[in-house]
């Protein structure tokens, strides 16, 4: 949401600033400025990176008007589900847990934490864990290198949408120029005519100098800062599972694990102990 509220500002604030000045917004609308800007930058981005690149970036920029998904009632409602499975597998064995990592989307205590079974990353990640658990194919004490080596194979996944806009909001100035420089160009060719057709001419190649460097400052990077921070709570969610399980595979209590993860979750997301405390009691009661 506040992306949709910053683009609105800055929009707001350019064409806002331009009328007062008693500028006329349609000699901003352009539409070949738009074409070779917008056309030369879909091709660099097309040239520089493969496709499954690309489409991340756009689902991801999509994605950040939905907000950080990533909140306080998230991780709170992790660690719930971390206690509960963790009980279970005390309580009654580790085999209990296989039937709900075999198929975690269908499995009814999955379902029961809506905010975890929509990150399927976090799900396979926790799944996949305590399927090698089961197997007894990894010593405990190899099993947070192991989860290391995910998590930095999904962080580096998880940024590719940031760099590929970083480097593309590097490109739009000097796309802003080709543009502008086409624009003299034509110009030139109607040197002879009237001043104020020279003058519109001239107005609409500096009209795409304006567009680059607007694309580039007001919308691509802070885009791709926005795409950066998401792809570091992503990791953070991960972070946070990994070292429950690293606890509980050497043998913590569900409460002491559980108390590890919480200690994991940045400040700013964390709740308290007593929180906690409360939220497990409430589970207990159901």
Known sequence: MLVIVGFVIVIGSVLGGYIMHHGQIGVLIQVSEF???GGAALGAMLMG???PAVKATFQRSFALAKGNPFTQKTYAELLTFLYEVFT???KDGLLALEKHVE?????ELFKKYPALVRNHHAVSFFADTVKVLLS???EAHHLGEMLEVD???HAEEALVASHVLARTSDAMPGFGIVAAVLGVVVTMGSIGGAAAEIGQKVGAALVGTFLGILLAYGVLSPLSQSCEGQAKAETAYLICLKVALIAFANGEPPMTAVEFAR???EPGVRISFTELELLLKEQKGK
């Open 35 to 37: 074409l070779i800007i």
């Open 49 to 51: 990176n493969p496709l």
């Open 88 to 90: 279970l597998a005390k």
């Open 103 to 107: 198929n975690p989307q269908e499995s």
């Open 136 to 138: 007894g194919a990894i």
């Open 151 to 153: 998590i930095e194979q």
């Open 263 to 265: 200690r994991s979750i």
